[in-house]
């Protein structure tokens, strides 16, 4: 099989919770928030390996942010290499 490498000019770190339902008037009350690495071409390096395949997933990043993304994704063992900025 082709290996497939993937370039995200601009990673995000994406932040998602949940509430019991909405209603008018009431105050919302949220799980705590789970974090996910994302961009085009992470999202695309996640589904390549949900999918049972291997990628080399490349990516811009620096300072706390980049170590954030760089442990969710060797969380979920992910090949990767990191375009060190700033």
């Known amino acids: 099989m082709a290996r497939i490498i993937t370039l995200t000019l601009n990673p995000a770190i994406d932040k998602s919770t949940t509430v019991a339902g909405i209603g008018p008037n009431t105050k ?3 799980t705590e928030p789970t974090y996910d690495a994302g961009g085009g071409g992470i999202n695309v390096s996640r589904a390549i390996r949900k999918l ?5 997933c490349n990516y811009f990043a620096g300072g706390p942010s980049g170590d954030i993304l760089k442990q969710l994704l060797d969380d979920q063992q992910i090949e990767q290499v990191v375009f060190a900025i700033g």
């Open 28 to 30: 919302l009350c949220c």
């Open 52 to 56: 049972g395949g291997t990628s080399l």
